[in-house]
């Protein structure tokens, strides 16, 4: 979690807060977001279950949704 918090930490001071936001309201974010068991996702943060997260992550990367969106918010850090 503490890894999670510096990353948020990091967002905000580079101002990349509200691109990240647009990305998960937008179509594709809000596809993902409901193919996604939240509460699967939070037990495995909680937990520091990496094997977990891994899976969960592997689920939205193998979608044409989550492969644009990390496209975009690739886009977006390099900014």
């Not at 969960?56 to 918010?73: A, N, P």
């Amino acid at each position: 979690m503490q890894e999670l918090e510096k990353l948020a930490q990091e967002l905000r001071r580079r101002g990349k807060t509200e691109g990240i936001r647009a990305l998960a309201d937008s179509a594709d974010g809000q596809r993902l977001g409901s193919m996604i068991d939240g509460e699967a996702a939070q037990r495995a943060l909680r937990s520091g279950d990496s094997a977990a997260l891994q899976q969960l992550l592997r689920g939205v990367l193998g979608t044409d949704e989550g492969r644009r969106l990390v496209t975009e918010l690739q886009s977006l850090m390099e900014k």
